[in-house]
């Protein structure tokens, strides 16, 4: 790997933006590797539509604009409709079964339908943990960052009361994965 682009897509409020700062300091702290996000906001941020870019590289990152994007994960059929662009013709598309409907021409994009936002309510109470699920099943479907890394991170950065939790959406993001 010498760049790996990643954009996750959601509405203000799902969590996405926490799980690209997430994987962004887990790849700089724990893996030794290059990595920028990007985030972006619409005008209406909570429940607008959101979205941030990761790149994560081996090497210096002199251009930090997502290109030709690997990984995409979309919880929500605007943002998907806006921020589907730039994404390779064999990228992983992640969508939300409930949310996102129309996905136009997949291309040559391996896509998956999980229900990621309903999961996460029903299995953890909270939506608020789609970041912390997100990245568990960015960490299993790419490899971008090691489950190791990601559990000692998530157990340093979660608020004491709420380290059990975190871990258990980890569990839950890596088992929507089959």
């Not at 990984?71 to 390779?88: A, H």
């Not at 490899?143 to 559990?151: C, D, K, S």
């Not at 950065?157 to 994965?177: F, M, T």
Request: glycine share 6%.
């Amino acid at each position: 790997m010498s760049r790996y682009e990643i954009r996750y897509g959601a509405v203000g409020g799902q969590g996405l933006l926490t799980a690209g700062a997430l994987l962004v300091n887990i790849a700089v702290t724990k893996e030794n590797k290059y990595a920028v996000e990007s985030p972006t906001y619409t005008a209406s941020v909570r429940g607008g539509a959101t979205k941030v870019d990761i790149i994560i590289s081996d090497k210096r990152i002199l251009f930090p604009q997502a290109n030709a994007i690997d990984f995409f994960v979309c919880t929500e059929q605007k943002p998907f409709d806006l921020y589907k662009e730039r994404l390779k013709d064999d990228a992983i598309v992640i969508i939300d079964t409930h949310l996102v409907k129309e996905v136009g021409n997949p291309r040559n994009w391996k896509l998956m339908r999980i229900p990621l936002v309903y999961e996460t309510k029903k299995q953890l109470g909270n939506i608020v943990l789609t970041s912390v699920v997100t990245l568990a099943l960015t960490q299993k479907i790419t490899g971008i960052i090691g489950y190791r890394n990601m559990v000692d991170y998530v157990r340093e950065w979660a608020p004491q009361d709420y380290i059990d939790l975190n871990l258990k959406a980890i569990e839950v993001g890596r088992e929507l994965i089959k």
